[in-house]
């Protein structure tokens, strides 16, 4: 069982407010990674970690930005939410070169009115 | 450009039958494939991978084949129950000089109707 989480679960608020969205994983994951998804659509990579300080950006240009000061916690902040930000955004983790599979959290489930 | 396609966004079958989804990809360099299932407000749950060294790999109602040379896998659940229906992502795994990088198909809607 993946040992991953996400919180809030279901966030709502309103434009222009900052929000974070905390994921964490007891696993000891070198990699990690935030994908955004919006009903019935695709993931789409938007961020992503190789360790503690490492951040890089994915294939979906987003407005918000992460940080990994700690091994075991990604979080995603946005700096003045908007109703384009509505969506579902899923945190997971994997070994940097082992294992061969991603573990999910349970997603945030996000709208900005 | 997508790497990893699943040109059915959506697959109904009949509780009992066998439901089969398919997965194609571009890049020869990937070298692990796997299959995640997920529900609604849920985060993807891993189901079954396979290595590109094997065709085939079982696990209980599900199997999934791999075909390298036409580029394509699927998987293959029997009997097909109620409980399955989800979206199901094909993604594949890459490695570069840093580490294991994934990538995902857009996702396949199965119903399973009673």
């Known amino acids: 069982e993946a040992d991953i989480y996400q919180t809030p679960r279901y966030l709502v608020i309103g434009t222009g407010k900052k929000i974070t969205l905390e994921c964490s994983q007891t696993m000891g994951h070198d990699k990690m990674y935030w994908y955004q998804q919006d009903p019935g659509m695709e993931l789409h990579l938007i961020h992503y970690s190789y360790g503690v300080n490492s951040t890089e950006k994915g294939d979906l240009s987003s407005e918000s930005t992460v940080s990994r000061i700690r091994t075991e916690h990604f979080p995603l902040t946005l700096e003045s939410a908007r109703p384009s930000h509505t969506s579902q955004y899923l945190c997971?983790?994997?070994?940097?070169?082992?294992?061969?599979?991603?573990?999910f959290g349970p997603g945030t489930r996000l709208l900005v009115l | 450009d997508q790497q990893v396609k699943q040109n059915s966004p959506s697959l109904s079958v009949q509780e009992g039958r066998i439901s089969i989804l398919n997965c194609d990809y571009t890049?020869?360099?990937?070298?692990?494939f796997l299959w995640y299932k997920k529900y609604p407000a849920e985060g993807p749950t891993f189901l079954i991978s396979?290595?590109?060294?094997?065709d085939k790999n079982e696990d209980g109602r599900f199997t999934v084949f791999l075909n390298k040379s036409a580029k394509h896998l699927s998987l293959h659940i029997v009997p097909s129950q109620p409980g399955d229906s989800a979206v199901y992502f094909c993604a594949a795994r890459v490695r570069d000089n840093y580490g294991q990088n994934f990538v995902f198909g857009p996702g396949t809607r199965l119903s399973v109707l009673p």
């Open positions: 890049n020869s360099m990937f070298d692990y």
């Open positions: 396979i290595s590109s060294i094997k």
């Open positions: 997971a983790s994997s070994e940097l070169q082992g294992q061969e599979t991603q573990y």
